[in-house]
């Protein structure tokens, strides 16, 4: 009796082994999220058994993440993957990463008003959260883009929604929103170049505007004619440091230079621990 009931419990220790493992290779390793196949997977039967309702999909992505990667290392960036992974767990949404810094979400029964509400949820959360990275919290500002699609009003398919939510998504990152402009957009690319001219200045001697005044310096090679006509009229310390970095008041114009010279500052401690 005794081996039969050492038998059974080793048997239901395996079992339980197993369903971890299982699970676990259902996630993705960073931010415990469904991973590519298994979140799609479950969209498509989500689709299947709700085609008498509603199923609204969104797809995510933090904006300037390999900005952000390049300036702040990428124990940071991997600190907004996991900020973000945990702001879109509401109101019962099914989360997966898609891959990269994208992630997917499917909201049973919810329509475009529903799924309008979770995407304001979203941001409000990420505009109030801080990323804590080797026990500190940074003050790293960063945004999300949401793109949403709906079934079965915008297309039927699971791979039709997605695209729809993805040129939403690019549509959204394109769009001004209040709160966005401290989580500014960068184009890789140019970003990539301004980073690597501009990072070594961090670290060397002087202070932040005298750093901010080399900034200028530099950033007058990419700045329109007209633009750098209205700057050499004044004080080139004062006015390029402040408002040819940050782009006139009465103008929309914003270089890449313009946009970096606002992300420059280092990340500020908000709290460590002991």
């Given at each position: 009796?005794?081996?039969?009931?050492?038998?059974?419990?080793?048997?239901?220790?395996?079992?339980?082994?197993?369903?971890?493992?299982?699970?676990?290779?259902?996630?993705?390793?960073?931010?415990g999220?469904?991973?590519?196949?298994?979140?799609?997977?479950?969209?498509?039967?989500?689709?299947?058994?709700?085609?008498?309702?509603?199923?609204?999909?969104?797809?995510?992505?933090?904006?300037?993440?390999?900005?952000?990667?390049?300036?702040?290392g990428?124990?940071?960036?991997?600190?907004?993957?996991?900020?973000?992974?945990?702001?879109?767990?509401?109101?019962?949404?099914?989360?997966?990463?898609?891959?990269?810094?994208?992630?997917?979400?499917?909201?049973?029964?919810?329509?475009?008003d529903?799924?309008?509400?979770?995407?304001?949820?979203?941001?409000?959360?990420?505009?109030?959260?801080?990323?804590?990275?080797?026990?500190?919290?940074?003050?790293?500002?960063?945004?999300?883009?949401v793109?949403?699609?709906?079934?079965?009003?915008?297309?039927?398919?699971?791979?039709?929604?997605?695209?729809?939510?993805?040129?939403?998504?690019?549509?959204?990152?394109?769009?001004?929103?209040?709160?966005?402009?401290?989580?500014?957009?960068?184009?890789?690319d140019?970003?990539?170049?301004?980073?690597?001219?501009?990072?070594?200045?961090?670290?060397?001697?002087?202070?932040?505007?005298?750093?901010?005044?080399?900034?200028?310096?530099?950033?007058?090679?990419?700045?329109p004619?007209?633009?750098?006509?209205?700057?050499?009229?004044?004080?080139?310390?004062?006015?390029?440091?402040?408002?040819?970095?940050?782009?006139?008041?009465?103008?929309?114009?914003?270089?890449?230079?313009?946009?970096?010279?606002?992300?420059?500052?280092?990340?500020?401690?908000?709290?460590?621990?002991?």
């Amino acid at each position: 009796m005794q081996r039969y009931e050492e038998s059974l419990a080793a048997r239901e220790q395996l079992a339980r082994a197993l369903e971890i493992e299982r699970e676990r290779a259902r996630r993705d390793p960073l931010t415990g999220c469904l991973n590519h196949a298994v979140v799609i997977d479950e969209l498509r039967a989500a689709l299947t058994n709700e085609q008498d309702g509603l199923v609204a999909v969104a797809l995510i992505d933090i904006d300037g993440l390999k900005a952000t990667n390049d300036l702040y290392g990428h124990q940071v960036g991997d600190a907004a993957l996991l900020s973000l992974a945990a702001a879109l767990q509401q109101e019962n949404a099914v989360v997966g990463r898609y891959g990269g810094d994208e992630f997917v979400v499917f909201l049973r029964g919810a329509g475009r008003d529903q799924a309008e509400q979770y995407r304001g949820l979203v941001q409000d959360t990420l505009r109030n959260s801080t990323l804590t990275v080797g026990g500190q919290t940074l003050d790293v500002p960063f945004v999300a883009s949401v793109g949403l699609a709906i079934f079965p009003d915008d297309a039927k398919t699971a791979e039709d929604l997605l695209k729809l939510a993805d040129n939403a998504m690019y549509a959204e990152r394109r769009r001004p929103i209040p709160g966005r402009a401290s989580a500014l957009r960068f184009e890789s690319d140019r970003v990539t170049k301004l980073i690597s001219d501009i990072v070594p200045l961090l670290p060397s001697k002087g202070t932040r505007d005298e750093k901010l005044a080399m900034v200028a310096q530099r950033s007058m090679l990419f700045t329109p004619a007209s633009l750098r006509r209205r700057t050499q009229c004044r004080d080139r310390l004062s006015y390029s440091a402040r408002t040819c970095i940050m782009g006139p008041p009465t103008s929309l114009y914003a270089s890449p230079y313009t946009q970096f010279a606002r992300f420059v500052k280092l990340p500020k401690v908000v709290s460590a621990r002991a």
